[in-house]
Structure formats: C-alpha cells, structure tokens
C-alpha cells in the first residue's frame, strides 16, 4: 500500500533575494522566504499582499530555491510565519543546510519552539498598531542574546509604552532593541530626539529597503 502521509510543505506568497532592510543584519545580502497568512491586522502593515494567496511548496523545493541564490543569509518572513505549523521545521532544515537563518516575528505566537539556531526578530506590536493585545508576554522570558526586539512606532503615545516596557522588563539585559517609526505617521527626527533625549538603551532604524526602493515587493 502507498504511503498515505503528505510531505510536509508551506503555502509561500514569495521567495526573493535582497538586502536585509532591518536589525542588526541591515545590509547584508539575503535570501528571503515570506510565508502566506497572517492572524493580526496591524494599522500599518505594508505586507499585507502577504494575508493570503501564494503557493503550497514543500520543504525540499523550498530549500532547493534558497540554494539557488548561493547566498549564506536566510530571513524566514510573513505575514506571521509561524501561523503555520511547518515554519519551525523549515526554520530547523534551513539551518541543517547550513544558512545563518532569521525569523521576522509579530510576537503574537509563542517563540519557545524555534530551532536555537535562529535569530528571532520578535515584533513587539505598540497600541498604535491596533494589535498590542495580542502580545504573547512570556515570550520575553525566552529572549537570548542572539534575538532582537523590534518596536514600530506611530506617534509618541507608542514610543512612552515601548521605553516602559523595555525599563519595566529589562529588556535591554536580554537582547538587542530596535525602535522604528512607522513612517506614515511617525517624523524619524522625532523618533531620533526622543531616543536621545531619553538616553535609552536602543537603536534607531529606518527601513534600508524603503529608503532604496519605496514599498515595492520583492525587495
């Protein structure tokens, strides 16, 4: 009798080559693989072609696509990839094949069942973003060094929640912070002066694929 047990495989809305527009990896010339679906509705989402569609690929092809590119870095993305139940055992054969691996995160999703290898973005969602009641909070305890936590902000409502929330939990003990404005409504200069005023243990960024190439996809 055949075997009846379907491959495991993911429904991706795009695989594409870039550069690292974000984190500490900014710049870096990258592989991404952007995983369809996502269960939040951020106000200010700019992926959000990523909600549904794309195509059910298995993990081999996957793989077989990133290799294509020959290119060391790997950044697993969404939507929220770890809305599906193969991301993890995508994110583990990634670094099998031997890729530095990333994982852009909302945070929403528990994050303790990520290979260790992998560097997790975790995305902090402000009240800006109209999902902030989604964060799952014990996630913070499993942040190591080698992860980062991203705060997009909208205005300056968001960042007094973000500085104490990093203060409240000590978070710059833990790992890396990143604070970001969301460009629609948020000055970066703002956003800048208040980090420096505040002397807070964080840095700014601004998105280096935005900068280069606007909200295009694939890029």
Not at 121 to 133: M, R, T, W
Request: net charge neutral.
């Amino acid at each position: 009798m055949a075997d009846s047990r379907k491959k495991p495989s993911l429904r991706v809305s795009e695989v594409f080559y870039s550069l690292q527009g974000e984190a500490s990896r900014i710049g870096l010339p990258t592989v991404f693989v952007r995983l369809t679906g996502c269960p939040l509705r951020c106000v200010w989402c700019d992926t959000a072609h990523a909600y549904s569609g794309g195509r059910r690929m298995s993990l081999a092809t996957i793989l077989d696509t990133v290799s294509g590119y020959g290119v060391h870095q790997v950044c697993v993305t969404g939507g929220e990839p770890l809305a599906q139940k193969n991301c993890p055992p995508l994110l583990a054969a990634l670094c099998d094949a031997g890729c530095e691996v990333s994982l852009e995160t909302s945070g929403a999703l528990d994050i303790g069942g990520v290979d260790p290898r992998v560097s997790r973005i975790v995305d902090l969602k402000a009240p800006g973003s109209g999902e902030s009641a989604r964060n799952h909070w014990r996630n913070m305890a499993l942040l190591t060094a080698r992860d980062e936590l991203k705060f997009v902000l909208a205005d300056r409502a968001d960042y007094e929640w973000a500085r104490q929330t990093v203060a409240e939990h000590r978070l710059e003990q833990r790992c890396p912070i990143v604070f970001s404005p969301a460009l629609e409504t948020l000055a970066p200069q703002d956003l800048a002066e208040w980090i420096l005023a505040d002397r807070l243990p964080v840095r700014f960024q601004l998105q280096l694929h935005k900068l280069l190439w606007g909200n295009m996809r694939g890029k």
